[in-house]
């Protein structure tokens, strides 16, 4: 069997990057949930406050040395103060939400920048179903399963050949990106095939077992070739069409 590679998630939590002597960490989170931005840094010994913004321009509290925060009013109600060290818990993420929020020490000379997160906010993603379009066991000993990955906006297609119930991926489709930035692949473990869609903060998987449609006896689905070559020509008029 040859090795595949799983790709379930592509999180780039480690990808920092240095921006103005602050550290940008990336964040994703899923809609409607809570974020928690944490002060990581040391304060300049004298300041008067401490400042936390979105995309340096929209503020959104103002908190004082002593701590007491002054919650500006587009997001009075949605912040809360979780310990008496600056940080703040943002509500009920929304895709608008999204952006780089960063803490800054304001002092009689100079803003001092703290912290800094890319955050992303990003819904769940829609189910994925998993067609097994055609099944041909005709050829040789060996089975092949075509097998396409559908979600509401996109879809994805690949092909497995199973031998002795020992089955590869022979090729298809390379994992889509789709227009919500979400990610389609198909891929082989062990006997399963599987649909994966997912984004960095949530997925959905559907799956099937090859040996259910290639069992060493009789294949339930032996299409042969003329359905097969009815198909292709189905494929190619729609491509056509497109
Ligand atoms: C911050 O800037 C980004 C990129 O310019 C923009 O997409 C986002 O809506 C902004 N966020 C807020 C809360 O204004
Ligand atoms: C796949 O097979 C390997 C070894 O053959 C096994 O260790 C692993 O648990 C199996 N994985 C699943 C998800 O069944």
Known sequence: ?????????????????????????????????DLLLELHADLPEKFSFVDWKI????????????????VFKDFTGRLEFPDKHFSVILKNLQEADSGVYSAEAVT???DKPLTEY???V???????KQIVDRVDSS???SCD??????????HINSTFRCVDQNCSQEGGERP????????????????????????????????????????SNASPFHYGWVPAICTVTLVITAALHV
């Open 176 to 215: 889509e990106v789709t227009t919500s930035g979400a990610s389609l692949q198909v891929y082989l473990l062990n006997s399963t095939i599987i649909c994966n869609h997912s984004n960095q903060v949530n997925w959905t998987q559907a799956f099937n077992t090859t040996e259910h449609f290639c069992s």
């Open 1 to 33: 069997m040859r090795p595949c590679v799983v790709l379930l998630f592509v999180v780039s939590l480690l990808t920092l990057c240095e921006a103005q002597g602050t550290i940008e960490t990336p964040v994703f989170v899923l809609k409607g949930r």
């Open 145 to 154: 399963l075509h097998v396409t990955c559908r979600t509401h906006n996109s």
């Open 139 to 141: 050829i040789s000993e």
């Open 55 to 70: 995309n340096k321009t929209v503020d959104l509290v103002r908190i004082e040395s002593s701590g007491e925060p002054n």
């Open 122 to 128: 990003q819904g769940p993603v829609s189910p994925v």
């Open 118 to 120: 890319k955050v992303t």
């Open 108 to 110: 009689p000379t100079e």
